[in-house]
């Protein structure tokens, strides 16, 4: 069973902080890793992807990847109350076009 | 608009009933998925389509539940003989079919089932 975990927060952090969002997952043969944010009764929207080990960067928006120890994370730096938004981590293996969603961290910032 | 258009945005029904949902993707969009979220959950893959066919159905939950994509653009879900447990937002998303994880969803179907 392909697994992902995030914890559920809520996550507070004052506005201007940087903001710490984790995920680890269970399958090894996972490739592509991807953070969405989810507003309260909106659709999940794609903010990053991140398919190598390292970090990637977008703006205020930084993901690192660690595949050793199946850790991915997703940093916002300057956080902003319009961040506060559940973040959703998601995956997929080689040659799949699932995705296996974690049940989303709630981040609050807090003005 | 441009984006992934879902109709009905709400439906209420009854146990036992048929449910048909709807889903119209971004032109152009070759790759078409069908997921549902219960609440406090993430997601739930249930099919992917690659143009008209079902390229992936492994997440469908049982016989009851079928999707169609006849011309390659718009997709109908059809739940049968609905139960309880299959009240959830459903969500439909579209991509270029480049690879597997940049969606655009569409706002969903909320399903309730009473």
């Known amino acids: 069973q392909k697994e992902v975990e995030q914890n559920s927060g809520p996550l507070s952090v004052p506005e201007g902080a940087i903001a710490s969002l984790n995920c680890t997952y269970s399958?090894?043969?996972?490739?592509?890793f991807f953070w969405y944010r989810q507003y309260s009764g909106k659709s999940p929207e794609l903010i990053m992807s991140i398919y190598s080990n390292g970090d990637k960067e977008d703006g205020r928006f930084t993901a690192q990847l660690n595949k050793a120890s199946q850790y991915v994370s997703l940093l916002i730096r300057d956080s902003q109350p319009s961040d506060s938004a559940t973040y959703l981590c998601?995956?997929?293996?080689?040659?799949?076009?699932?995705?296996?969603f974690g049940k989303g961290t709630k981040l609050s910032v807090i003005p | 608009g441009a984006g992934v258009s879902q109709t009905p945005s709400n439906k209420v029904t009854e146990k036992g009933k048929y449910v048909e949902l709807r889903c119209d993707p971004i032109s152009g969009h070759t790759a078409l998925y069908w997921y549902r979220q219960s609440l406090g959950q993430g997601p739930e893959f249930l099919i992917y389509?690659?143009?008209?066919?079902?390229?992936?159905d492994s997440g469908l939950p049982n016989d009851r539940f079928f999707a169609v994509r006849p011309e390659g653009s718009v997709s109908t879900l059809k739940i049968q003989r609905t139960e309880r447990g299959d009240s959830a937002v459903y969500l439909c998303?579209?991509?270029?079919?480049?690879?597997?994880?940049?969606?655009?969803f569409g706002e969903g179907s909320r399903l309730t089932v009473l």
């Open positions: 998601a995956s997929s293996g080689a040659g799949s076009y699932q995705l296996t």
């Open positions: 389509f690659q143009g008209t066919g079902a390229a992936d």
């Open positions: 998303a579209s991509s270029i079919g480049q690879g597997p994880g940049e969606l655009f």
């Open positions: 399958d090894r043969g996972s490739q592509s």
